[in-house]
């Protein structure tokens, strides 16, 4: 057999090898990243003070906004005001919706809503 051709295997072999070598090594760090994700979550979601089936509201409400549906007033609900206050205060820090309680300064969207038109800046301007 001509050396080079065995050569040539040698090496595909060896690259097979460091490639499976590889792949192994790819999940294993893929399931790091998916486990310390988690914890993130997990602790997130235990630093929040809120009721299971609030959270569970939320985040059902989260996705009916992602998937581009309406999103219920939640100041008109039949929850109580502290359950409103939690799920508010849950729902300003990830911006997802708006409960009709502007007082951050923002609108629906998350776009500010102080001087919109810059008029401060523009009478500083002036003199």
Same mark, same amino acid.
Request: hydrophobic fraction near 30%.
């Given at each position: 057999?001509?050396?080079? $051709?065995?050569? $040539?295997?040698?090496? $595909?072999?060896?690259?097979?090898?460091?490639?499976?070598?590889?792949?192994?090594?790819?999940?294993?760090?893929?399931?790091?990243?998916?486990?310390?994700?988690?914890?993130?979550?997990?602790?997130?979601?235990?630093?929040?003070?809120?009721?299971?089936?609030?959270?569970?509201?939320? $985040?059902?409400?989260?996705?009916?906004?992602?998937?581009?549906?309406?999103?219920?007033?939640?100041?008109?609900?039949?929850?109580?005001?502290?359950?409103?206050?939690?799920?508010?205060?849950?729902?300003?820090?990830?911006?997802?919706?708006?409960?009709?309680?502007?007082?951050?300064?923002?609108?629906?969207?998350?776009?500010?809503?102080?001087?919109?038109?810059?008029?401060?800046?523009?009478?500083?301007?002036?003199?």
């Amino acid at each position: 057999m001509n050396p080079r $051709i065995a050569k $040539i295997k040698d090496e $595909i072999e060896k690259t097979k090898d460091k490639v499976n070598k590889g792949q192994i090594r790819l999940r294993e760090l893929e399931k790091q990243l998916t486990d310390l994700e988690n914890a993130d979550i997990v602790a997130a979601v235990r630093g929040v003070d809120i009721a299971p089936d609030e959270l569970a509201a939320f $985040i059902r409400v989260f996705r009916q906004k992602q998937q581009g549906g309406t999103v219920p007033n939640l100041e008109t609900s039949d929850k109580s005001d502290m359950a409103n206050a939690k799920t508010a205060d849950l729902s300003e820090a990830t911006g997802s919706y708006s409960t009709g309680n502007n007082a951050a300064g923002t609108d629906a969207t998350g776009t500010s809503t102080a001087n919109p038109n810059n008029d401060e800046e523009d009478s500083v301007n002036e003199n």
